[in-house]
């Protein structure tokens, strides 16, 4: 029952008994009070045929062993019923019940002003007296919110003792989720990415932004992908090379925290490496230009597929872009190739 972190860093927002917002798009603002020595963070979430996801890490700041992760599901509109979520929930935890202490699941609800959520407590039988290890945790909570009528979200309360205050200040955060809608209702063409084709390229910003990134063509075109959650962004930007494998997307952000790439792969690596994906490999970092960048692989049968994923941060923006290209040719030629693409894109500052 052994439980790992997993986290695919894009935004990291700190903050001290304040609200942390999230733009789910079309699906309205979702709001949480994270408590002092707290951090909230986006991670990369991966999502079904159906069903778009949009994942959320909360974790606090000090050395304490504990995380509380929430992945959104958008679903088709339906008012939130604590009965139908409760037998979610059970059916949903079934499978820790062998490897816990309780034997049993028993069944707790939260309290969200709006909505409805349940959870259950198992204790992992394996780590009992032994010494805490970052990243395996004794005490897990498994359950489900629905804070509006179409966002369903899967929660999970990891710790290493349900009465410590850190699980207090996790079900804390659960139980102040709620879903607000945008402010105006949609966000203005200032806040919103634009791509204007130029001689040398598609050139990507964004009004309140200094920054211009210049990606050139090269068989690439402008496409959508939106899957929700991050992609559904209109700071989101998505360009594919069709039948050549090459894929360029991204985001325009504000500068926000201190953040750096090996931490964000920290957390990306985990999300990669879920039960049932390939895990990334060869995996190295690198400055170039401003950018700090990760190179990795992902395994894939008959060629190769590596990807580059890089943050720069000037003039207040921080740009996050990931490369990728999926072809037959041997890993060391495809790497060189997508690293040959990624050197030609440019990032200027406006006057």
């Known amino acids: 029952m052994k439980t790992r972190s997993l986290a695919g860093f894009l935004l990291l927002c700190a903050f001290a008994c304040a609200g942390a917002d999230f733009d789910l798009g079309a699906h309205g603002v979702l709001s949480s009070t994270v408590p002092a020595g707290w951090t909230a963070s986006r991670v990369a979430a991966r999502s079904g045929p159906s069903r778009s996801a949009f994942a959320i890490a909360f974790k606090p700041t000090n050395e304490a062993n504990a995380e509380c992760l929430l992945s959104l599901i958008y679903i088709p509109?339906?008012?939130?019923?604590?009965?139908?979520?409760?037998?979610?929930?059970?059916k949903a935890s079934e499978?820790?019940?062998?490897?816990?202490?309780?034997?049993?699941?028993?069944?707790?609800e939260f309290t969200l002003a709006k909505g409805c959520g349940a959870y259950?407590?198992?204790?992992?039988?394996?780590?009992?007296?032994?010494?805490?290890?970052?990243?395996?945790?004794?005490?897990?909570?498994?359950?489900?919110?629905?804070?509006?009528?179409?966002?369903?979200?899967?929660?999970?309360?990891?710790?290493?003792?349900?009465?410590?205050?850190?699980?207090?200040?996790?079900?804390?955060?659960?139980?102040?989720?709620?879903?607000?809608p945008r402010a105006g209702g949609t966000v203005g063409p200032e806040q919103s990415v634009r791509v204007r084709e130029a001689a040398d390229g598609f050139e990507v910003s964004v009004a309140i932004s200094r920054l211009v990134l210049t990606i050139p063509r090269e068989g690439l075109t402008r496409a959508t992908n939106n899957m929700g959650g991050a992609t559904s962004s209109p700071r989101y930007f998505y360009f594919t090379g069709g039948t050549?494998?090459?894929?360029?997307?991204?985001?325009?952000?504000?500068?926000?925290?201190?953040?750096?790439?090996?931490?964000?792969?920290?957390?990306?690596?985990?999300?990669?490496?879920?039960?049932?994906?390939?895990?990334?490999?060869?995996?190295?970092?690198?400055?170039?230009?401003?950018?700090?960048?990760?190179?990795?692989?992902?395994?894939i049968p008959g060629g190769s597929n590596p990807h580059i994923r890089a943050h720069w941060r000037e003039a207040g923006t921080w740009i996050d872009i990931h490369l990728s290209l999926a072809t037959e040719k041997p890993s060391a030629e495809s790497r060189k190739v997508l690293m040959k693409r990624f050197k030609e894109i440019k990032v200027t500052v406006r006057k």
Not at 79 to 89: E, F, H, S, W, Y
């Open 77 to 90: 509109a339906r008012a939130p019923q604590m009965t139908t979520l409760r037998k979610d929930v059970l």
């Open 95 to 108: 499978h820790m019940i062998a490897e816990s202490v309780e034997k049993q699941q028993v069944l707790k």
């Open 120 to 180: 259950c407590v198992f204790t992992d039988a394996s780590l009992v007296g032994k010494a805490v290890q970052r990243g395996e945790y004794k005490v897990v909570a498994n359950g489900q919110v629905q804070p509006s009528e179409d966002v369903l979200g899967v929660v999970s309360l990891l710790a290493d003792d349900v009465t410590s205050t850190e699980f207090k200040a996790m079900l804390a955060i659960v139980n102040s989720l709620k879903i607000k």
């Open 244 to 299: 050549n494998g090459f894929v360029v997307s991204g985001w325009f952000e504000a500068e926000t925290g201190s953040f750096g790439i090996q931490d964000f792969w920290e957390k990306e690596s985990h999300a990669l490496s879920r039960p049932g994906l390939p895990s990334p490999a060869n995996v190295t970092f690198d400055k170039i230009n401003k950018w700090d960048a990760v190179l990795y692989e992902t395994p």
